[in-house]
Every structure is written in structure tokens, then in C-alpha cells.
């Protein structure tokens, strides 16, 4: 033992020591500084591809619809040949009775879809949040109607409503003339959108209830509240991130909508149904008004701008207060 004890300590060799005195080659000088410049050109190298075709598809189309707007041109011009006049098309806009009308319709009509939606996919969710046997074939059936293709279900949707041999009618013991009355027409479009596109909604807002922790729920029952309490108390101020979400989708896909009122009224009858994008649809492709028809289509675009920024304003936020 004292021999064990009085031994000098044997030296280790340190992580610390230069690579060449354990006998292990030394990394070349300046690999580092030779692999920075590949790293700070990897990614727009990586996107740049990506970008130069979406500016291709979407922003260059996306200027000349504005160059559109503040020119008077014809099919019958040149391509650059029609004459700047500033913002005389979004004036004769504001001017026209039925784009007027057509503003309101689509302000009235949007909040109308999107609170039946909003009211309608947040109930659908709370029933299939239930853990109840066949749950599972009813979120799958809840997906059908999204699988429809919307001019498809919209013309499904006319021959339903058809007033000679339309099954709706039948049903109701009636002969009511859905879509060539203005009273009925956009209830009708109202209805096929909130059809088609409730079970979006209720799809968003069921994934973000099956993602809400147990423990304020629980919390909330042992402390006696009830179930209408607990909904209104814990679960809607959970589920608001999820609302906002969905809020959101739906005013911005329901202010441009399109296709059911194409495919049922294309914008009739007396203007009942014209839409925003109706109009600019008319404007552009049957008067061949592009200049008019792009104006209305760049304040549709800042109107939805506006939308967005204040959705997104209120999501930073954390919410309404």
C-alpha cells in the first residue's frame, strides 16, 4: 500500500492539449471560414426558384391587373396600348348604383354565412367531441360535403330547388320559385354556402377541442359550476385562438364567393345575388370593361387586406378584451 500511495501520479492527457501531442491530426486552418460563405447562400439559393415563379404567376399578373385599373383599355388596343387615367375607374365605381348595391349584398351576405357557420360548426363539434360509439363514422361523413366540388354542389343544389321537379318543393307540399325571386334567391345561395362549408369549420374547431387540457374542466366541475358555466368560462376562452382562426377563413373565402352564385343566378335576378366578385366578373368577361372590372377587383383585394389585418391584430393581441 505505501508503495501504491508513494508513486508519482501518472499525467493524463487532457482534452485541452494540442491534437498533435496525442497523436491526432490537426484540423485544417480556415474549414470553417471556407463552409460560411455555402451556409449564407444555401437558402436563397434554396427558395430563390421558388420565389421567381410565384412572383411569375402571381405577382406579375398581379401588376398588370393594376396597370388595368388605372387605364381605359379594350380588347381592340395593344397590350400597353390603353391611356392612363389615374383613378377615374375607381371613381365611376363609386358612382355606380349597382356596384353600391352590390357592396352591400356582399357586407350582408358574408356576416350572414359566416355567423350560421361560425354558430353551426362550433354546435357540430361539441356533438362529435363526445366519446360516443359511431363517433368515428360521423366525423368521417362530416367531411363529405367539403369533398364536393362547390359548382358541382351548387348545381345539385338548382336541381333540388327547381320549382317543377325540384325535391325541396316536393317536400314542402309547395311551388315556391327559390331562385328567380329576389326575396328567395340569396336565402338559397346562403343556404348551399353554409351547407358546403360548415363542416370546415366544425373540423377546425373540433381539433382544437380535442387539444384543450382536462384539468380547468375538472377544476370547474369540483368547484360546482355547471355545464353551461364551464362552456362559457373555460371552453370558449380556450377555444378562441381556434375561433379566430376559423373566423377568419371563412370572412375572407365567403367575401369573395363565387362559385354557387355563378353556378345558381349569375348575379339575378333584379341584382338580388350580385356580389362583389359577381360584378367583377360581369364587368370584366360579358361588358369586357377590364379597366372597370380591375378596379373592383383591387378594392375587393384591400378590403380583404383590411380584414386580415385586423384579424391578425386581435389574434397578437391575445384576443377581444
Known amino acids: 500500500m505505501s508503495e501504491i500511495s508513494g508513486a508519482a501520479p501518472r499525467p493524463l492527457v487532457g482534452l485541452s492539449e494540442a491534437p ?21 447562400f444555401f437558402l436563397p439559393l434554396a427558395v430563390g426558384p421558388t420565389f421567381l415563379v410565384m412572383v411569375a404567376v402571381f405577382g406579375l399578373p398581379l401588376l398588370f391587373s393594376l396597370w388595368l385599373a388605372l387605364t381605359g383599355w379594350s380588347p381592340q388596343q395593344g397590350l ?35 355567423l350560421a357557420q361560425m354558430l353551426l360548426g362550433l354546435g357540430i363539434a361539441m356533438l362529435l367531441n363526445l366519446d360516443l360509439p359511431g363517433m368515428r363514422g360521423f366525423r368521417t361523413a362530416l367531411v363529405l360535403p367539403m369533398m364536393v366540388t362547390p359548382i358541382v354542389g351548387a348545381l345539385c343544389w338548382k336541381l333540388l330547388l327547381d320549382p317543377n321537379h325540384g325535391v325541396v318543393n316536393h317536400w314542402l307540399g309547395t311551388r315556391i320559385v327559390w331562385l328567380g325571386v329576389p326575396e328567395t334567391a340569396l ?16 373540423l377546425i374547431l373540433l381539433a382544437g377541442l380535442r387539444s384543450l ?92 387586406m383590411a380584414m386580415c389585418l385586423v384579424f391578425i391584430a386581435v389574434l397578437r393581441r391575445g384576443g377581444p378584451r
Open 20 to 40: 498533435a501531442a496525442r497523436g491526432l491530426p490537426a484540423a485544417p486552418v480556415g474549414r470553417g471560414l471556407q463552409r460560411a460563405p455555402l451556409d449564407r
Open 187 to 202: 336565402v338559397a345561395v346562403w343556404l348551399v354556402n353554409v351547407w358546403h362549408s360548415t363542416p370546415y369549420v366544425a
Open 80 to 114: 400597353f396600348g390603353g391611356e392612363f387615367v389615374g383613378l377615374a375607374n375607381f371613381e365611376d365605381l363609386l358612382s355606380d348604383r349597382v356596384f353600391m348595391a352590390s357592396l352591400g349584398v356582399t357586407f350582408g351576405f358574408t356576416a350572414a354565412a359566416v
Open 213 to 304: 387540457p382536462h384539468e380547468p374542466h375538472e377544476a370547474a366541475e369540483i368547484d360546482g359550476a355547471s355545464r353551461w358555466q364551464v362552456f362559457r368560462h373555460v371552453t370558449l376562452p380556450l377555444l378562441q385562438p381556434f375561433l379566430l382562426v376559423a373566423l377568419l377563413l371563412r370572412t375572407i373565402f365567403e367575401f369573395r364567393a363565387f362559385d354557387n352564385v355563378y353556378a345558381m343566378t349569375g348575379g339575378g335576378p333584379a341584382n338580388a345575388t350580385m356580389l362583389l366578385s359577381m360584378f367583377t366578373y360581369l364587368t370584366s368577361f360579358v361588358r369586357f370593361d377590364f379597366g372597370l372590372g380591375a378596379a373592383a377587383a383591387w378594392l375587393m383585394l384591400l378590403m380583404s
